[in-house]
């Protein structure tokens, strides 16, 4: 099992780009969930997904923010255009729902908008 | 959902027992303890799921409130290995969603 795979590690961009964050979740686990970690917001929820279908996206901050999970493996969240606040650490985390979601989150994605 | 942990940073001497304090206003199905390593995800610990509950998992113990509201995590004879930052994170369930919210952290330092 290789875990919940995010890419890339690191992302250093300019304002105004567009940036693509990638996430595969564990072979089997049927949500996903996106979440921004910041020193002074701490841990959001951003959106999740129950079999690929968008559950609750109240979490994402602005329409500059939008999340697809085209299929079962495979989850991006795409910020654009990008802001220097938008500056943070980007979580995938999935799980298997069976009325008890625990999660298994992957190593994050560091994203520096310059 | 807030949760609200305490304290927010701990610096013990390494074989003290610790304890974390989770309370919210909201109910919870359930509750749990992740721990996060610099430069990694939070990783699960303990999960509670019946109010009362009490759970161990070697040098840690982790209780569900009875109001479903709050919980606590004590970790005894710490090592420099549990340090980071540990979080409790709630989770409602409404419907066919879930949703699992997590804690303000606490940052430990052993």
């Known amino acids: 099992d290789a875990g919940v795979i995010q890419s890339p590690r690191h992302e250093v961009t300019e304002m105004g780009q567009e940036v693509t964050l990638r996430c595969k979740p564990i072979s089997g686990h049927n949500s996903l969930f996106w979440y921004r970690q910041t020193m002074m917001r701490g841990l959001e929820l951003l959106i999740y997904?129950?079999?690929?279908?968008?559950?609750?996206d109240s979490g994402m901050p602005e329409d500059r923010f939008s999340a697809k999970m085209p299929n079962a493996s495979f989850s991006t969240l795409k910020i654009q255009p990008s802001e220097p606040r938008d500056s943070a650490v980007y979580f995938c985390?999935?799980?298997?729902?069976?009325?008890?979601?625990?999660?298994?989150f992957g190593a994050g994605s560091r994203l520096t908008v310059l | 959902q807030l949760l609200e942990q305490s304290p927010q940073f701990l610096s013990i001497q390494e074989g003290e027992n610790l304890t974390v304090y989770c309370n919210s206003s909201?109910?919870?199905?359930?509750l749990q303890w992740y721990r996060q390593e610099p430069g990694e995800g939070p990783v699960l610990l303990i999960a509670?799921?019946?109010?009362?509950e009490l759970t161990s998992n070697g040098r840690l113990t982790a209780q569900f409130g009875i109001t479903r509201k709050d919980s606590f995590l004590n970790i005894s004879a710490s090592i420099p290995s549990d340090v980071g930052i540990y979080f409790c994170a709630g989770q409602a369930i409404t419907g066919t969603a879930s949703k699992l919210t997590f804690g303000t952290g606490t940052r430990l330092q052993v």
């Open positions: 997904f129950n079999n690929n279908v968008p559950i609750d």
């Open positions: 909201s109910v919870f199905s359930s």
């Open positions: 985390a999935s799980s298997s729902f069976s009325g008890a979601n625990v999660l298994t």
């Open positions: 509670l799921y019946k109010a009362g």
